[in-house]
């Protein structure tokens, strides 16, 4: 993951000089696009849950700012806005997820979690549908960030945002980072929900003009 991130901000970086270059506010897209990546970054060599949070609200909040980079448009200006609004549930989802996990390990570290929940399950030392609620509010996280079935509603409105944004980093890197989210407790309902967004997604582009929103 820090291969592709790092190969895909170059990429971006050097998109952007010939599709920004132009634009008025080419330093500040610069300024946000090295945030994003700095941030994204940091989400994929976190080793703890408050680590992960924080770094998902940054890649968030950098989210925020490209799509809303032509902020003067009303059409970018409430794009942005949905998104802020839709990715809370992640926020709230990832949170109780989180409250749960370390009440019942103790401990916020990824090396100590998932082992200490595994023994307590085999061990009968915690119930199992605690467990599993816990990870599916994980899943929650994912589904907003990674703009999967029914969550997936802000995906097409961040396409107002620059080419290069909207292209790679929703496309690329933000996307496939929600499978640091995914635990094995609850895979049905991963591979449920999503099936629901592939078949979703397909068919919505047959219908769709917008090469970026495809």
Known sequence: MSILITTVGIMVFLSSDNSMSHDQGYLRFLAYMS????????????????????FWELVGMCSYFLIGFWFTRPVAASAC????????????????????????????EFRDLFQIVNTLIHNNGVNSLFATLCAFFF????????????????????????????ALIHAATMVAAGIFLLLPDIMNLICLVCIITVLLGATLALAQRDIKEV
Do not use: C, R
């Open 139 to 166: 899943f929650v996280g994912a589904v907003a960030k990674s703009a999967q079935f029914p969550l997936h509603v802000w995906l097409p409105d961040a396409m107002e945002g620059p080419t290069p944004i909207s």
């Open 81 to 108: 806005q949905k998104a802020f609004v839709t990715n809370l549930l992640y926020d709230f989802g990832f949170l109780l997820g989180i409250l749960g996990f370390s009440w019942i390990t103790g401990s916020f």
């Open 35 to 54: 945030f994003s990546n700095a941030s994204m970054l940091g989400l994929v060599t976190s080793s703890n849950l408050i680590q992960i949070s924080l």
